[in-house]
């Protein structure tokens, strides 16, 4: 079982960056695919990023180019670095992980997830 814990949540001004942590609990944590969601009241759960094992990453169209999503396996920890944020930007997000190694985009296709970071960007 694995567990993720995500951090680096807040308040930013539209332009403004966050970085988000997601700390797993397990060595084979290199094993993983990470992908990290982002939810609003009302609507589902909508896919961002994910970095398989050997890096490869892709992105969800309106955050390419914005975001920056990396590992440290040392540290069994990913993270999401989150440039010139738009209001639009605002949810919670989540990082989840699913042993693979091929970037997955259904959240049903990831094994594990952390609770959840709020992140609000003021305009």
């Known amino acids: 079982q694995v567990q993720l814990t995500e951090s680096g949540g807040g308040l930013v001004q539209a332009g403004g960056s966050l970085r988000l942590s997601c700390a797993a609990s397990?060595?084979?944590?290199?094993?993983?695919?990470v992908g990290w969601f982002r939810q609003v009241p009302g609507e589902e759960r909508k896919f961002v990023t994910a970095i398989t094992p050997n890096g490869n990453v892709d992105y969800r169209d309106s955050v390419d180019g914005r975001f920056t999503v990396s590992r440290d396996d040392a540290r069994n920890t990913a993270y999401l670095q989150m440039n010139f944020l738009k209001p639009e930007d605002t949810a919670v997000y989540f990082c989840?992980?699913?042993?693979?190694?091929?970037?997955?985009?259904?959240?049903?296709?990831?094994?594990?997830w952390g609770q959840g970071t709020q992140v609000t960007v003021s305009s």
């Open positions: 397990e060595h084979t944590f290199s094993t993983y695919v």
């Open positions: 989840a992980a699913v042993a693979g190694d091929r970037v997955r985009y259904a959240p049903v296709s990831y094994s594990y």
